[in-house]
């Protein structure tokens, strides 16, 4: 694990400075077919995240939001998200990041989020989860009505209806906005829930492991283990019950 937990944080320093070349600085939007933005740092990330692989572990297959599958070889998959949240990236808030995730068949076995502007950096992997290097773990939450949740826009719930207005009257609070980072904060233990639909296996595959292994629980709808076959509906915890509570809901 120690060699892939070496690539991984080097791909994420290289996609660092790619990132931080373009961010709040004037570059061309554009719209791909399903109308989702992509800029040239996405599209550049993801090609210098490929290169890297190939080059280091050519038998490993790929999964890019960008540049689509390459086929693995011997059971290995990188999944890569150059920039998750790339509305906020365009609009200048730092809230978006570059998520890397190593995945056996189609489990994910190594996450990693990184934020290159703030320079916060989460890794889950192997029993922990830290933090720039130190450990983290997710925090207690005695029951639904304590907790804080967060989510990023309630248009990813447009085709499953909109429960989560029965989370925003139970929970203590729900915060919209946010992408890849909530699931940062909740596996350090500022927030408790993160609860999201419409994601693809690029958005989601990374923050198993780091939830995971801050000691935290994360799903989907029906309470299933994640993988890459995994329909992008996602429920992550920091506390079990919570997590339960919310699954009755979302019944």
């Known amino acids: 694990m120690q060699e892939f937990l070496t690539l991984a944080n080097g791909l994420a320093d290289l996609s660092g400075e790619i990132a931080r070349k373009y961010f709040r600085q004037p570059f061309e939007v554009i719209?791909?077919?399903?109308?989702?933005?992509?800029?040239?740092?996405?599209?550049?990330?993801e090609e210098a995240?490929?290169?890297?692989?190939?080059?280091?572990?050519?038998?490993?297959?790929?999964?890019?939001?960008?540049?689509?599958?390459?086929?693995?070889?011997?059971?290995?998959?990188?999944?890569?998200?150059?920039?998750?949240?790339t509305k906020a990236f365009i609009i200048g808030k730092p809230t978006f990041g570059t998520l890397i995730a190593l995945c056996e068949e189609d489990v994910p076995v190594l996450g990693v989020i990184d934020q290159p502007i703030s320079k916060e950096r989460w890794t889950g992997a192997d029993g922990k989860t830290?933090?720039?290097?130190?450990?983290?773990?997710?925090?207690?939450?005695?029951?639904l009505k304590s907790a804080c949740v967060g989510s990023t826009t309630p248009a990813m719930f447009s085709k499953t209806g909109p429960f989560y207005e029965k989370i925003e009257k139970a929970a203590k609070m729900l915060a919209w906005g946010g992408d890849c980072y909530m699931y940062g904060l909740l596996a350090s233990g500022n927030m408790d829930v993160c609860v999201e639909a419409s994601l693809?296996?690029?958005?989601?595959?990374?923050?198993?492991?780091?939830?995971?292994?801050?000691?935290?629980?994360?799903?989907?709808?029906?309470?299933n283990k994640l993988t890459i076959k995994s329909d992008g509906r996602v429920l992550a915890a920091g506390d079990a019950k919570v997590h339960a509570e919310i699954l009755k809901l979302l019944r």
């Open 200 to 223: 693809s296996p690029y958005d989601f595959c990374a923050l198993v492991p780091v939830v995971e292994n801050a000691g935290g629980i994360i799903t989907d709808w029906s309470g």
């Open 49 to 85: 995240i490929r290169a890297t692989i190939e080059k280091a572990r050519p038998e490993d297959g790929i999964y890019g939001e960008e540049f689509g599958i390459k086929p693995s070889k011997n059971g290995l998959t990188w999944v890569i998200d150059p920039i998750d949240g």
């Open 130 to 143: 830290t933090l720039n290097g130190k450990a983290v773990n997710v925090r207690p939450c005695p029951d």
């Open 31 to 45: 719209s791909k077919a399903d109308e989702s933005p992509v800029t040239i740092a996405d599209r550049s990330i």
